[in-house]
């Protein structure tokens, strides 16, 4: 299903942001997995995690630099998925992405390939 992102902006370091990624109007996240990437000017795309919106089971990438400081949730009666970020730093300015794919109940979201990609919302930790 296609998807868009919302809620980034300009915050401060040590902040907390929240993204959504909701589905199109008319469209529901059940049976997709959703994953989140991130992309700086001049570095490559960054898988971040991903969630099956079914069951909610998630998958956090272990190279990820924000691992350890973000979550990802789903709310299914909004058709949206959240990435939740904490403690935010300036490295992790970037343009943000979710994207889907079908999933299954009771697959895992790791290592799909993503058919849908939102347009990406711009994240910037300054002070």
């Not at 099956?52 to 089971?57: D, R, V, Y």
């Not at 403690?87 to 994207?99: G, I």
């Amino acid at each position: 299903v296609q998807v868009v992102e919302s809620g980034g902006g300009l915050v401060q370091p040590g902040t907390s942001l929240t993204l959504s990624c909701t589905a199109a109007p008319g469209s529901t996240l059940n049976e997709q997995g959703i994953g989140w990437f991130r992309q700086a000017p001049g570095k490559e795309r960054e898988r971040l995690g991903c969630i099956n919106a079914s069951s909610g089971s998630t998958y956090y990438f272990p190279g990820s630099f924000l691992r350890g400081r973000f979550t990802i949730s789903r709310d299914n009666n909004k058709n949206t998925v959240y990435l939740q970020m904490n403690s935010l730093r300036p490295e992790d300015t970037a343009m943000y992405y979710c994207a889907s794919t079908f999933l299954r109940y009771g697959d895992t979201c790791r290592g799909r390939t993503y058919d849908y990609w939102g347009p990406g919302t711009q994240v910037t930790v300054s002070a």
